[in-house]
């Protein structure tokens, strides 16, 4: 089975052609084998760039635990990138259907190839029992954590976020906190954990304890809920660069139509077999 391996800002994935062939017939078992960094290709999971009705391509995100998400901002900027420079669709607007719903990229090309992408992600969904958490508010907005000394404010991008804003960001926190965050029964479908520090109001500085793949180099979703958390809290502005271990991000939260942008790049770094 052809592969190719892409990253955005250092969020990698596998990524399979199933608009020409057939797509893996479990592919929860197949992310968990290559997505693993010392057996397989390596990779923070599997996406497989599918057939649509209703957009040029549907994107389809397992972790590398094999579990499936709703979402994955790095990684649809990819299927963007690959879908236009594979000349599954040449234009410069693509719309991919997610587990969101079908989302819009503004392609920016160089060489003939697209280099960075410019994703409408939609409105943040911020009704605590639909991002899902059981804290209270809507959302809950510096939430005290019961059982941990956080305060936390949840935000979903189509997938759960669990946002705070801390004034050293340390391993401790993110590999020894985070984990157990996000497997905490106040999060019905687990979640997302940001540890976020404020340089200025228009600068953070982040990192993330994906649900399903432990810490990665940025996380998309994760960079647009700490936007909205930001504002949401009074510490940011609408416009933010978020740096992430793996590079930075632009997030945008609009007044004027509530939709939260994201641009950054996307990158193709190498294709391979893999054996069915």
Request: charge should be negative.
């Given at each position: 089975m052809r592969f190719t391996k892409m990253q955005g800002t250092g969020n990698d994935y596998i990524y399979l052609d199933c608009i020409h062939n057939p797509p893996p017939k479990d592919p929860a078992e197949m992310s968990r084998k290559i997505a693993d960094r010392h057996f397989g290709v390596g990779a923070d999971g599997l996406i497989l760039v599918c057939p649509s009705t209703q957009a040029d391509a549907r994107m389809r995100m397992f972790n590398?635990?094999?579990?499936?998400?709703?979402?994955?901002?790095?990684?649809?900027?990819c299927v963007a990138k690959y879908v236009y420079d594979h000349g599954i669709a040449k234009k410069p607007t693509l719309t991919i259907e997610t587990g969101r719903g079908v989302l819009t990229l503004e392609l920016e090309l160089g060489g003939g190839k697209v280099r960075q992408v410019r994703v409408d992600m939609g409105e943040p969904i911020l009704e605590g029992s639909k991002i899902p958490t059981t804290l209270?508010?809507?959302?809950?907005?510096?939430?005290?954590?019961?059982?941990?000394?956080?305060?936390?404010?949840c935000v979903s991008m189509g997938n759960p976020h669990c946002v705070t804003f801390v004034n050293q960001i340390t391993d401790q926190m993110v590999l020894g906190i985070g984990p157990n965050i996000e497997v905490d029964?106040?999060?019905?479908?687990?979640?997302?954990v940001e540890f976020v520090k404020v340089n200025r109001p228009d600068d953070i500085t982040m990192r993330v304890w994906e649900r399903g793949s432990g810490e990665t180099l940025a996380c998309g979703t994760g960079a647009c809920a700490v936007c909205v958390a930001g504002v949401l809290t009074g510490r940011t502005q609408r416009k933010i660069t978020a740096h992430l271990r793996g590079g930075d991000l632009l997030l945008e939260w609009s007044e004027s139509d509530n939709h939260v942008y994201m641009t950054g790049p996307a990158v193709e770094i190498f294709s391979g077999e893999w054996p069915d």
């Amino acid at each position: 089975m052809r592969f190719t391996k892409m990253q955005g800002t250092g969020n990698d994935y596998i990524y399979l052609d199933c608009i020409h062939n057939p797509p893996p017939k479990d592919p929860a078992e197949m992310s968990r084998k290559i997505a693993d960094r010392h057996f397989g290709v390596g990779a923070d999971g599997l996406i497989l760039v599918c057939p649509s009705t209703q957009a040029d391509a549907r994107m389809r995100m397992f972790n590398a635990d094999g579990s499936e998400s709703e979402m994955c901002g790095n990684g649809v900027r990819c299927v963007a990138k690959y879908v236009y420079d594979h000349g599954i669709a040449k234009k410069p607007t693509l719309t991919i259907e997610t587990g969101r719903g079908v989302l819009t990229l503004e392609l920016e090309l160089g060489g003939g190839k697209v280099r960075q992408v410019r994703v409408d992600m939609g409105e943040p969904i911020l009704e605590g029992s639909k991002i899902p958490t059981t804290l209270s508010g809507n959302p809950p907005r510096e939430a005290p954590l019961p059982r941990f000394d956080f305060r936390v404010t949840c935000v979903s991008m189509g997938n759960p976020h669990c946002v705070t804003f801390v004034n050293q960001i340390t391993d401790q926190m993110v590999l020894g906190i985070g984990p157990n965050i996000e497997v905490d029964a106040l999060f019905p479908r687990r979640t997302n954990v940001e540890f976020v520090k404020v340089n200025r109001p228009d600068d953070i500085t982040m990192r993330v304890w994906e649900r399903g793949s432990g810490e990665t180099l940025a996380c998309g979703t994760g960079a647009c809920a700490v936007c909205v958390a930001g504002v949401l809290t009074g510490r940011t502005q609408r416009k933010i660069t978020a740096h992430l271990r793996g590079g930075d991000l632009l997030l945008e939260w609009s007044e004027s139509d509530n939709h939260v942008y994201m641009t950054g790049p996307a990158v193709e770094i190498f294709s391979g077999e893999w054996p069915d």
